[in-house]
């Protein structure tokens, strides 16, 4: 009995392992659309299913100390770094390697998305849509750890 209660651990551990590479949580490389150079790292984390997105690194020297200008009025993220703020908020699963359901700030126009992540490619990728209704576009980042 307890040879058979070792071997479904022993099972159980691959599969546990590969279920944390497909999910999002960790720091992702973002890639600019034009230049096709990194642009930026976001962690995403996990608290009580539900995951968020924070810009940990800006790899532009020149835009080290920028702020969220164009943010609405009312969002309190109006005027702060962009380093350390959090543009992803409130994914959650909805499906094999998918999370929707919350939403995404690109700072530099200060315009809020609807956000779908998706993780591709055994985990090194992850497709990043953001849109409003059914425009809008997808990203590809890459797991930068």
């Given at each position: 009995?307890?040879?058979?209660?070792?071997?479904?651990?022993?099972?159980?551990?691959?599969?546990?392992?590969y279920?944390?590479?497909l999910?999002?949580?960790?720091?992702?490389?973002?890639?600019?659309?034009?230049?096709?150079?990194?642009?930026?790292?976001?962690?995403?984390?996990?608290?009580?299913?539900?995951?968020?997105?924070?810009v940990?690194?800006?790899f532009?020297?020149?835009?080290?100390?920028?702020?969220c200008?164009?943010?609405?009025?009312?969002?309190?993220?109006?005027?702060?770094?962009?380093?350390?703020?959090t543009?992803?908020?409130?994914?959650?699963?909805?499906?094999?390697?998918?999370?929707?359901?919350?939403?995404?700030?690109?700072?530099?126009?200060?315009?809020t998305?609807?956000?779908?992540?998706?993780?591709?490619?055994g985990?090194?990728?992850?497709?990043?849509r953001?849109?409003?209704?059914?425009?809008?576009?997808?990203?590809?980042?890459v797991?930068?750890?």
């Open positions: 009995m307890k040879s058979i209660r070792l071997a479904i651990v022993v099972a159980a551990l691959p599969a546990a392992a279920a944390d590479i999910s999002p949580v960790g720091a992702w490389t973002t890639i600019d659309d034009e230049t096709k150079k990194p642009k930026s790292v976001v962690r995403i984390v996990e608290k009580d299913g539900v995951f968020s997105g924070m940990e690194k800006i532009d020297p020149a835009k080290q100390d920028s702020k200008d164009e943010c609405a009025g009312d969002d309190p993220r109006r005027g702060k770094p962009v380093i350390g703020m543009i992803l908020t409130g994914l959650k699963p909805d499906g094999d390697n998918v999370y929707a359901g919350g939403t995404i700030l690109d700072p530099a126009n200060g315009k998305y609807n956000a779908k992540v998706t993780v591709i490619e985990g090194r990728k992850l497709e990043m953001g849109s409003v209704l059914f425009i809008g576009r997808t990203q590809t980042w797991r930068a750890e």
